[in-house]
């Protein structure tokens, strides 16, 4: 298997080992574009995999704050309490680049920068930037995607 992303589009492919087209995904990347530096909330290019698969199991809408649940379910009530929150919900594919020097290593680490694939709230809608340098998905397109990929998946981040 492997992902691509495609920042044009906003859209993210996985493809099968022959690289045949499995699924295609609307996506939403960073509001601020591309870019490898900490600190730039862009959405790193190049090739990356995923390091780590979080939340296997937890309810659609669960709420993750640094990688872990906290018991929270989001509603729109609750993202109306607290408005100014950047929501990563129902699953998190974490990303850790492979170039070192551009995604790897230093102030351009994407494993370091905490880029993640993750689900947000049905009211955001995917199609056009607005992330803060994350990959967001709707959370049932993320719960489709997080059972067909494991942790060494490539995904290939695209401009």
Same mark, same amino acid.
């Given at each position: 298997m492997k992902i691509n992303v495609y920042i044009a589009?906003?859209?993210?492919?996985?493809?099968?080992?022959?690289?045949?087209?499995r699924h295609r995904y609307t996506v939403s990347t960073s509001a601020n574009g591309v870019g490898e530096i900490s600190g730039s909330n862009c959405t790193p290019r190049g090739k990356h995999i995923i390091r780590a698969r979080i939340g296997a199991g937890q309810p659609e809408n669960t709420v993750f704050v640094s990688r872990r649940p906290t018991g929270e379910i989001y509603t729109p009530e609750l993202g109306a309490q607290f408005p100014g929150r950047d929501w990563i919900l129902t699953r998190i594919l974490w990303l850790s680049g492979c170039e070192v020097g551009f995604n790897r290593l230093g102030k351009s680490d994407t494993m370091r920068r905490y880029i993640y694939i993750? $689900?947000? *709230?049905? #009211?955001?809608?995917? $199609?056009? *930037?607005? #992330?803060?340098?994350?990959?967001?998905?709707?959370?049932?397109?993320?719960i489709e995607l997080f059972d067909l990929v494991t942790a060494g998946t490539a995904v290939e981040i695209i401009e």
């Open positions: 589009t906003q859209q993210l492919e996985l493809l099968d080992d022959a690289g045949k087209l993750h $689900g947000t *709230p049905d #009211s955001v809608q995917p $199609g056009k *930037p607005g #992330s803060h340098g994350c990959i967001r998905m709707r959370n049932a397109d993320l």
